[in-house]
């Protein structure tokens, strides 16, 4: 598995697994300024884009994964846990911090596995579904 800066050649591959997508412009856009500004990480398997996640800095000037996405018929091979490691290794802060939905169990567990640690919730985003946050320290000081 390669695990790379994702270039606006990917975007296609990217938008046509991701389902939010589909029916989602602003999903669509979202991919490619991510994209554009460098924050875009893919997973590549023989040459075809599985995944991918998005690692910026806008959660209080710390590390932020705000987008993990894998694609349908390659979950449960390691695939997010693999880009996760790797953001891990790129992440510029000495925390690194990410959320998901409470009814999210995939993403909790694999969370999990990774020690991430809960910090916390966010409600009235989705209703009636907190946004759980987690964070994993790296280091003590920043890179
Ligand atoms: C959540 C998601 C990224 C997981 O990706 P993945 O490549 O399937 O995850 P991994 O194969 O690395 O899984 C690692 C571990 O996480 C846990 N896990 C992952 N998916 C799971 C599921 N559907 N049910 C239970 N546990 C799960 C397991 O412990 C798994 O280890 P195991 O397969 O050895 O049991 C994927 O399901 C996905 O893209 N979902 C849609 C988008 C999303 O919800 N993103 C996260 C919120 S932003």
Request: charged share 25%.
């Amino acid at each position: 598995m390669e695990l790379r800066i994702a270039t606006i050649a990917d975007a296609d591959a990217i938008v046509a697994f991701d389902h939010v997508a589909a029916s989602d412009r602003a999903r669509v856009q979202f991919i490619h300024e991510q994209i554009k500004s460098s924050a875009c990480h893919v997973a590549v398997i023989d040459a075809t884009v599985v995944g991918y996640a998005v690692l910026n800095y806008k959660f209080y000037d710390n590390g932020w994964i705000e987008m993990l996405y894998v694609h349908p018929q390659f979950r449960r091979q390691g695939v997010g846990s693999e880009l996760i490691r790797h953001l891990v290794n790129e992440c510029r802060t000495p925390k690194l911090f990410t959320s998901t939905n409470q009814s999210n169990s995939p993403m909790q567990r694999l969370l999990a596995t990774l020690e991430f640690k809960r910090s916390g919730f966010i409600e009235n985003l989705d209703e009636g579904d907190p946004e759980l946050v987690y964070f994993k320290r790296i280091r003590d000081h920043a890179a």
